[in-house]
């Protein structure tokens, strides 16, 4: 199990679809500082929940029997703190920016309504393993439900908590979607 412990971790996002594991050998070659959203600072949570469909029969009394569980859905969440704040931040938070005249700064404001498809974004929890190897958990179509807060300490640098959830597009909703909303990628096994 140790060969699967982060010691760190960072926190990447790019629109919807750019983390592909189609080509896995240049996956890591996309996590830039571009792409960087934050570095964690007090621990970044990935959760893969499930739910699952018991299919009953006349005498099964409420009790979950094998063979007739169904997994109706599965969706990823990453939770934590990231103490960086920019653009993209911004906008997986439902903030946009504002017509104003200055030239020096940029203004952004809460947004209500529908939120733009540009707003959900592929989330890469990255880190290296206890053993020295990068490992990545990958959360497709991602939206911040937390909002958009700051926290700043004495002597800290301020944070941001996020709570990202991956979404299927409209076009992957019927039962037997083909889409992977969560990928974890690790070296392969030898034996």
Request: glycine fraction near 8%.
């Amino acid at each position: 199990m140790n060969k699967y412990v982060f010691d760190s971790c960072v926190l990447y996002a790019t629109t919807a679809g750019g983390f592909s594991t189609n080509e896995l050998d240049t996956l890591f070659s996309k996590f830039t500082d571009e792409t960087k959203l934050g570095v964690n600072d007090d621990g970044v949570t990935f959760t893969l929940e499930q739910e699952l469909h018991q299919i009953t029969e006349a005498g099964d009394n409420d009790r979950a029997v094998v063979g007739r569980e169904r997994i109706v859905s599965c969706k990823g969440n990453v939770e934590g703190t990231i103490n960086v704040f920019d653009k993209n931040l911004f906008e997986m938070c439902s903030l946009v920016k504002a017509e104003n005249s200055s030239t020096k700064y940029d203004v952004y404001v809460p947004q209500t309504g529908i939120i733009p498809e540009s707003a959900y974004k592929d989330i890469a929890v990255v880190g290296t393993t206890a053993t020295g190897v990068d490992m990545c958990v990958i959360v497709h179509n991602c939206y911040n439900e937390s909002g958009f807060s700051l926290d700043s300490k004495s002597k800290d640098e301020a944070v941001c908590k996020v709570k990202f959830v991956g979404r299927i597009k409209q076009e992957d909703k019927g039962i037997n979607f083909t889409s992977k909303p969560v990928e974890i990628i690790t070296l392969k096994e030898t034996e």
